[in-house]
Nanobody, 125 residues
């Protein structure tokens, strides 16, 4: 069992940056691959980025590749999402998620069993 709490969202102008943080409870954080998803009003929740248990592999949606960076600190039970060159279309609620997927490939969406409450990111034009 793991509980996730996101922070770091806010309002930023286009071209700006934000860093989202997800704090996980428990002493088994390193057993979970982690992901970030986002959901804009009227749209389905979509994959943004993922990182494997060890942090050795990362995956990104094409829409954020080259602008966003996911990282993790297993000693601090934290996963970060650094978002640069933000665009108005990045506006959404961002959710942290965890899966006990143990392989080095990208976990499928259905594998994620734990979710945070979300943090809002708004990018103005």
């Amino acid at each position: 069992q793991v509980q996730l709490v996101e922070s770091g969202g806010g309002l930023v102008q286009a071209g700006g940056s934000l860093r989202l943080s997800c704090a996980a409870s428990g002493r088994t954080f390193s057993r979970y691959a982690m992901g970030w998803f986002r959901q804009a009003p009227g749209k389905e929740r979509e994959f943004v980025a993922a990182i494997t248990r060890s942090g050795g592999s990362t995956y990104y949606a094409d829409s954020v590749k080259g602008r966003f960076t996911i990282s993790r600190d297993n000693a601090k039970n934290t996963v970060l999402l650094q978002m640069n060159s933000l665009k108005p279309e990045d506006t959404a609620a961002y959710y942290c998620s965890a899966t006990n997927w143990g392989l080095e490939n990208r976990p499928p969406r259905s594998a994620y069993g734990y979710w945070g409450q979300g943090t809002q990111v708004t990018v103005s034009s």
